[in-house]
């Protein structure tokens, strides 16, 4: 009879565990290629991006944008979605982070922005400015959502070039570190309990980008 | 029953006691955690990520694996079946994680006397009506009026305001009725306080008595809730076979049960929480759409909710058995036990509010997947 009840209790409480919205994070994927730019100075200028999105939600991007041809989609007719993404970026800081020797660096708005249509799959080029020209023995350049709504991840072939740096600068590449299964658990209930705005969370699945100059 | 040593009793009462507080706590902690940003549940259960990471993995693996799937059967009309295979397992596993109603639909199996089959039913209709849901929005918006995925994600967006609209509604009327309910149960007691302290004092005298007490309780409850309440509860449950009438205290007979009345509510409460698409099944008919391959993709969103429906309906029957339990429990505790019983649809109603505020608060959540879409 104890048990019995105790495992009623347990059941309703377990009933009600899963509580809130309907779908899991992330919800985007995006796939990430990035050239890091130098003046002839030999200065870090800006990050040039070319974010690949995955299928479904290039699809649902691109639903009633008009365009000519069956299938495809023009530079020209994409130019007011690749507006109104740059722009939401915004709020989001592009998802990309700079340190030069530990410094917060930062990026002025995006240029040199458009969309290409790969099918299936949306490609959006933009380049983020650093607001000054910096240099540094350890530049780190993160690309992360820090809710985790988007997952980013390096291409698979050269996910990462150095455009002008010093021939003496040497590029690292730091794979995200993989969701646990408790990670996982978390991630599922973010939807629920969405992280507060300083928490870093999302930061241990941050693509890395290191550049060592001596 | 009726003969229950005194200290076990008493020991059952806390249980189901407890188990009622728990319940209104764990509304109170859920309405706070979403708009506040605290209090994340993630913390100490280690125990649930294990086997639940696993499935959170799985169904973002099947996810994303539709795309895939869906432009596979473009070409090869036999990959429709792996599609579908796909779809089911993703809707299973998908439905595991938050959302679906699942809640909404167990508070409720909690805060009223359902059958077990209605239960079943109404996960089925809940589930169904979401992927019907999804598939009218895209057919209407998408195919006929070409509609951009801004003007789908505004659609999307009111319909939900709406769906936890409803369920706020829902879930007061609920606590409305039950609260009253609970207020008369407890004012019955209070009128009885001699004749319970007299059946606790004799073990001989204690069946008889609690059958009295119980007799009289569940009569005053009928006559409270006559109005308002959900059940009908007959004169004759007061006649002077008061061991018959204590069985009947928590609700009615099964045939009361299928009455049209008790549908009429029931639907009311699924219709709201499936009006909510899973903007899942949302994307995946777009792309389907893209890959002109709308019908496939319609395939693909009603065996998803019916994957769906199966997960819905394992958890409302955790639920509607949970209940069956406290009810037993409370079924040898005269008095205590029913005032319990209230207590716990009180707070089954209260969660019913609980989530449907927290849904509305935390629907600007989903206004991020149209952050690259305007």
């Known amino acids: ?214 | 029953m009726n003969a229950l040593p005194k200290r076990c009793s008493a020991y059952h009462v806390a249980l189901v006691g407890a188990l009622a507080i728990i319940i209104v706590i764990s509304a109170g902690a859920a309405a706070q955690a979403a708009p506040f940003g605290i209090a994340h549940p993630s913390g100490g259960s280690t125990f649930q990520s294990g086997p639940l990471g696993w499935i959170f993995a799985q169904q973002a693996a099947f996810y994303r694996s539709l795309s895939g799937m869906i432009r596979a059967s473009k070409d090869d009309r036999t990959a429709v079946w792996g599609l579908l295979g796909i779809s089911f397992l993703y809707g299973v596993f998908h439905a595991v994680g938050p959302g679906h109603g699942k809640a909404v639909i167990s508070s409720y199996l909690v805060a009223n006397e359902q059958t077990w089959r209605r239960g079943i039913v109404l996960s089925f209709v809940a589930a169904g009506i979401q992927a019907v849901v999804a598939v009218i929005i895209v057919a209407v918006a998408a195919v006929v009026l070409g509609a951009t995925a801004r003007a789908i994600g505004s659609t999307v967006h009111v319909v939900e305001i709406v769906s936890y609209g409803l369920v706020i509604l829902i879930g007061a009327r609920l606590l409305f009725v039950k609260g009253r309910s609970f207020i008369g149960a407890y004012r019955q007691r209070r009128r009885q306080p001699t004749s319970h302290a007299m059946s606790m004092s004799s073990r001989n005298a204690t069946g008889l008595l609690h059958r009295h007490v119980a007799g009289v309780l569940h009569c005053g409850h009928c006559r409270e809730d006559r109005p308002n309440h959900g059940f009908h509860c007959h004169d004759d449950h007061c006649h002077e076979d008061h061991a018959s009438a204590w069985s009947h205290a928590h609700g009615p007979e099964p045939a009361e049960l299928g009455g049209a009345g008790g549908w009429r509510r029931g639907l009311s409460a699924v219709i709201a929480v499936g009006l909510r698409p899973c903007s899942g099944a949302i994307i995946v008919l777009i792309f389907a759409l893209a890959q002109d391959m709308f019908w496939t993709g319609i395939g693909a969103t009603l065996v998803m909710g019916l994957g769906t429906a199966i997960t819905v309906a394992a958890i409302a029957t955790l639920a509607w058995t949970a209940r069956q339990a406290a009810s037993r429990i409370a079924g040898a505790q005269a008095g205590i036990g029913l005032l319990a019983m209230r207590a716990i649809e009180v707070g089954a109603s209260a969660l019913i509010v609980a989530f449907g505020a927290l849904l509305l608060a935390g629907y600007m959540s989903s206004e991020q997947l149209w952050m690259f879409t305007g």
């Open chain 1, 1 to 214: 009879m104890k048990r019995a009840r105790s495992r009623a209790c347990a059941i309703l409480l377990l009933s009600f565990s899963p509580i809130g919205r309907a779908d899991a994070h992330p919800h985007v994927w995006v796939t990430l290629r990035s050239e890091i730019l130098y003046s002839a100075e030999g200065a870090m200028t800006g990050v040039r991006h070319a974010w690949t999105f995955d299928d479904m939600f290039s699809a649902y991007a691109l639903q009633g944008m008009p365009h000519a041809k069956k299938g495809e989609y023009t530079r020209h007719e994409l130019a007011p979605l690749a507006q109104v993404n740059v722009e939401s970026l915004k709020e989001y800081a592009y998802f990309t982070f700079a340190r030069a020797d530990g410094r917060k660096l930062t990026f002025t708005d995006p240029v040199d922005y458009w969309l290409e249509y790969k099918n299936p799959a949306l490609v959006l080029h933009f380049t983020l400015p650093l607001r000054a020209p910096a240099s540094a023995k350890v530049m780190q350049i993160e690309v992360y959502d820090p809710s985790i709504f988007v997952d980013f991840e390096f291409a698979k072939e050269k996910p990462v070039l150095l455009s002008g740096a010093s021939p003496q600068c040497s590029l690292t590449v730091d794979l995200p570190h993989q969701p646990t299964p408790a990670d996982q658990l978390k991630l599922s209930q973010l939807d629920v309990t969405p992280l507060d705005a300083s928490s870093a969370y999302g930061e241990m699945f941050a693509n890395k980008m290191l550049v060592r100059c001596p």
